[in-house]
């Protein structure tokens, strides 16, 4: 039986140890020399071999051993077994007649610290990767003992420096497929140590798929495969980068009487930092040729430059900047953060990142006029502008594109860096690729930019105040082809108490589809305006799209809300069902029935569906982009929706809609939401409304009804201005149009709001000269004269003619304690 428990972490000696053996040191040691004393003490020793000899514990400073001239040269000593052999003192006790032994210095420029001696494991003696790991090592030693203000503990130094260099260590059990690996090896992978459950497989998935096959003969060796085995691959961070990572390993095998078998695999893991011409270089190009072809925008492209040049040369800072009009705009950083940058560039740091023209930085005006790289070493003085980002060397690059040079590229360290030809031939190749990329990606913004203004131009520009409610909305441009797409929505303020909400999304992703979904938004908006109800403005908007004879079809969810009692009809049409987050915070999916998608049958129908919201409820309106896409099937998208909106904040609508959207990522389709928190009004107008019938006395019942209303409201003061509307309303409603009038009073607040409607749709016509002789069109303007406000609206069947009375009057409000509606006729 497999024992599936999650081995434990490795502990810090193990890492040390195993890194040392792989760096070729069976045993490592650190002397230190202290202020007073002509000699160097040991204070730490680590490695595989501590059991099998030791080195002295003191050395004299002007000694012949080879501690002591590494420590009076300030320079690595190497020595072979038969070169160790000459020296009779300082070397492993007993003497070991086939280990080569390496002595470092420690220390700064004018300071010297100590000593960092290694003994090796193999006869052949050190390697040049092992000695420039173990020289990174032992400055690493240094620094933390220049860092250090006393006597350095016991047992801290050697994996205190091991973590600065980020390197990882594994012990692999291939027959069960677990792998013991310590927090770093997780940190450069990607992965947190609690999110790690113990299995090879959790590591590999963040592996590229290129690079798959050549981890597999790591995870799955044969007995034959003895010896030590080293590879480079690739890994994408949780960011989206992609990290080059550098393995080790040997493999442990039994025999056990009978034919040998694989035990373990162990191995060590570090970011690749220094680079060696290998063939592992062409694929270091061709992995930035793929990566650079896929990057569409300016951003991903200073992202991969980042990726392919900042950790594998063990840089600390890459700055990518556009050439535009003689200014150069940077395009990325990183690190991203301003003080990691040249004072003067955190003065001028504008919404995102800084500009600056080409005359303030001659050493990059220097670069892009030669065209060439240039390398500077430690200690170059620069302009101010440059000052900072690269003390110990700096690399500047310009990138060629077409005959041109479309921007350039800075690359900085802190530590001084030696600049080897490896190094040029990358910093070379990698210019002329993201030259080239650059330009593209920037002719691709400029597109997407055109195209996102033609979008969000047939967008509503901003959404109205609603009484009794907070409406908001989100709209993403998808990140694949063309952003102009066909979703849409819309919130439209049918009356005082009334609001349509509206959300459609057009077949496709081309002009074509913008251009109908703004056509549909406007039919939408103005069949709603006319007042007709949800299922009639739908089949209205479905006969236009089959009338424009395109191919290409919308759906479209349409949602009429009486914002003071709560009660909401739907249509659907082939679009998504709405969602719903009660005030107790469960959510779920209104099953409104729906009808086929608009601009397919012409004589489709489109039933309705009523639902009751209590205040503190929240409508969600979404199209597909958001929920459904080619690697998350329909339900779960609209689970995992249901559960955002469960878990969102409704105090925020705004906040809630951007936790709906979360981290969309390179969306293949675009979003559109639209949020609606129903609050209830706090404030509800009371109501009354008279039938007019066409008698010879009818305008002196309406005037009768309206003072009832008026006195029993308790607005008297008001009487003489409603009634002069009322007549004069009425009176050219029954005059001037055929069929049915209605008289409705509302009182809301400090305002008494009359509406006369009829059954004629054309709009009530002003005089342009009013004189002695004219027999009438004075009524309008007395309408106008004691009116707050006045207007016409269609509505279904007719019109409405409207205008609002201002109350002046001291005391409590009656709205506010007696809510309803209050319905009249003849006596």
Same mark, same amino acid.
């Not at 790591?218 to 691959?233: I, K, N, Y």
């Not at 960011?239 to 162990?266: F, I, K, M, N, Y």
């Not at 639209?674 to 039938?691: F, Q, S």
């Given at each position: ?25 069976? &045993? ?38 080879? #501690? ?11 020595? !072979? ?17 086939? #280990? ?42 240094? @620094? ?20 600065? &260099? ?73 960011? @989206? ?47 930035? %040729? ?7 925008? *300016? ?40 003080? #990691? ?51 110990? @060397? ?23 860096h030696q600049f080897v030809p490896e190094e040029r031939f990358l910093l070379t190749a990698t210019a002329a690729l993201v030259g080239q990329a650059l330009k593209r990606a920037h002719a691709h913004d400029a597109e997407q930019e055109l195209a996102t203004m033609l979008q969000r131009s047939l967008l509503p520009r901003r959404l109205p105040e609603l009484p009794g409610g907070t409406a908001v909305a989100r709209y993403l441009p998808a990140r694949r082809g063309l952003q102009v797409g066909g979703d849409w929505y819309d919130v439209i303020a049918l009356s005082e108490r009334r609001v349509a909400l509206v959300i459609g999304d057009v077949q496709g992703h081309s002009a074509g589809a913008a251009t109908i979904m703004g ?16 299922? *009639? *403005?739908?089949?209205?908007? !479905? ?65 309705? %569906? ?10 969600? &309106? ?83 009804? %309206? ?26 409603? &029954? ?14 607040? !400090? ?23 004219? %027999? ?52």
């Amino acid at each position: 039986m497999s024992d599936d428990r999650s081995p434990p972490p490795l502990c810090e000696t193990g890492t040390r140890d195993r890194a040392l053996t792989f760096a070729g040191a069976a &045993l490592a040691a650190v002397y230190v020399s202290e202020s007073g004393q002509q000699e160097l003490r040991l204070v730490e020793t680590a490695g595989g071999a501590t059991d099998q000899y030791e080195l002295p514990e003191r050395l004299p400073l002007f000694g012949g051993s080879p #501690a002591a001239h590494a420590y009076r040269a300030e320079g690595p000593l190497w020595l !072979n077994p038969a070169a160790l052999a000459s020296y009779h003192e300082g070397g492993p006790m007993p003497p070991q007649a086939q #280990a080569p032994l390496g002595a470092l210095p420690l220390g700064t420029p004018g300071r010297r610290l100590g000593c960092l001696v290694v003994v090796g494991a193999s006869p052949d003696g050190f390697e040049a990767e092992q000695r420039r790991f173990l020289e990174r090592y032992a400055d690493a030693v240094a @620094g933390l003992l220049q860092a250090g203000t006393g006597p350095p503990a016991p047992s801290s130094l050697l994996s205190s420096a091991l973590r600065s &260099l980020r390197v990882g260590s594994f012990v692999l059990v291939p027959d069960t497929g677990l792998i013991e690996a310590d927090e770093t090896l997780l940190e450069l992978v990607g992965i947190t140590p609690d999110d790690f459950d113990g299995k090879a497989d959790t590591l590999l998935s963040h592996a590229l798929p290129e690079d798959m096959h050549a981890l597999m003969s790591v995870l799955e060796p044969s007995a034959q495969a003895f010896g030590r085995r080293e590879l480079e691959f690739r890994v994408r961070r949780p960011t @989206g980068g992609v990290r080059w990572l550098s393995l080790s390993c040997r493999v442990v095998t039994h025999a056990d009487g009978g034919p040998e078998q694989v035990l373990q695999v162990l191995g060590v893991v570090a970011a690749t930092s220094v680079l060696r011409r290998s063939p592992d270089d062409v694929s270091r190009i061709q992995w930035l %040729t793929a990566a650079l072809d896929e990057a569409a925008t *300016v951003h991903d492209v200073g992202r991969v430059a980042v990726t392919a040049l900042r950790e594998p040369l063990g840089a600390d800072r890459v700055a990518l900047a556009e050439l535009r009009d003689d200014r150069f705009m940077v395009t990325m950083l990183d690190p991203p953060r301003p003080d #990691a940058w040249p004072e003067i560039w955190r003065s001028q740091w504008r919404s995102e990142w800084p500009d600056a023209p080409v005359s303030a930085l001659p050493t990059l005006r220097m670069a892009l006029r030669d065209g060439r790289t240039d390398l500077w070493p430690a200690g170059t003085a620069l302009e101010p502008g440059l000052a900072g980002i690269g003390t110990g @060397g700096l690399a500047v690059l310009p990138l060629p594109a077409k005959g041109g040079v479309a921007g350039v590229c800075v690359v900085g360290w802190d530590q001084p860096h030696q600049f080897v030809p490896e190094e040029r031939f990358l910093l070379t190749a990698t210019a002329a690729l993201v030259g080239q990329a650059l330009k593209r990606a920037h002719a691709h913004d400029a597109e997407q930019e055109l195209a996102t203004m033609l979008q969000r131009s047939l967008l509503p520009r901003r959404l109205p105040e609603l009484p009794g409610g907070t409406a908001v909305a989100r709209y993403l441009p998808a990140r694949r082809g063309l952003q102009v797409g066909g979703d849409w929505y819309d919130v439209i303020a049918l009356s005082e108490r009334r609001v349509a909400l509206v959300i459609g999304d057009v077949q496709g992703h081309s002009a074509g589809a913008a251009t109908i979904m703004g056509q549909m938004r406007t039919a939408v908006r103005a069949y709603a305006v006319e007042g007709h109800p949800p299922d *009639v *403005v739908v089949s209205h908007a !479905n006969r236009l799209l089959v009338g424009m004879e395109t191919d290409l079809f919308a759906t479209c969810c349409y949602a009429e809300l009486d914002m003071e009692e709560g009660n909401t009809l739907f249509v659907r049409a082939g679009h998504l069902s709405p969602l719903v987050r009660h005030p107790d915070g469960t959510t779920e999916e209104v099953l409104a029935e729906g009808g086929p998608p608009l601009g397919i049958l012409a004589d489709a129908e489109f039933p309705l %569906t009523a639902l009751a919201l209590a205040p503190g409820t929240v409508l969600a &309106l979404i199209t597909d982009g958001l929920v459904e896409s080619s690697d998350l099937p329909l339900d779960e998208g609209m689970r995992r929706t249901r559960t955002a909106l469960a878990a969102a904040d409704p105090a925020d609508p705004g906040r809630m809609a951007d936790a709906l959207l979360g981290d969309v990522g390179r969306r293949e389709d675009d979003v559109a939401l639209l949020l609606l928190r129903y609050d209830g009004m706090k404030i509800r107008p009371i109501r009354a409304g008279w039938v007019v019938w066409r008698l010879p006395d009818a305008v002196m019942h309406a005037r009768r009804f %309206t003072a009832r209303t008026l006195r029993r409201w308790k607005v008297e003061e008001a009487a003489d201005a409603v009634l002069l509307v009322v007549s004069e309303l009425v009176t050219n409603a &029954l005059v001037h149009t055929q069929g049915p009038v209605r008289l409705d009073l509302m009182l809301g607040g !400090n305002r008494v709001r009359v509406s006369v409607s009829d059954s004629s749709p054309r709009a009530p016509a002003k005089p342009v000269i009013v004189d002695w002789e004219s %027999t009438g069109g004075r009524g309008l303007l007395l309408v106008e004269a004691v009116s707050e406000s006045v207007g016409s609206v269609p509505v279904a069947g007719g019109k409405q003619v409207w205008c609002e009375i201002l109350v002046r009057r001291g005391g409590t409000d009656p709205a506010a304690s007696a809510p309803g509606t209050e319905r009249g006729g003849l006596p």
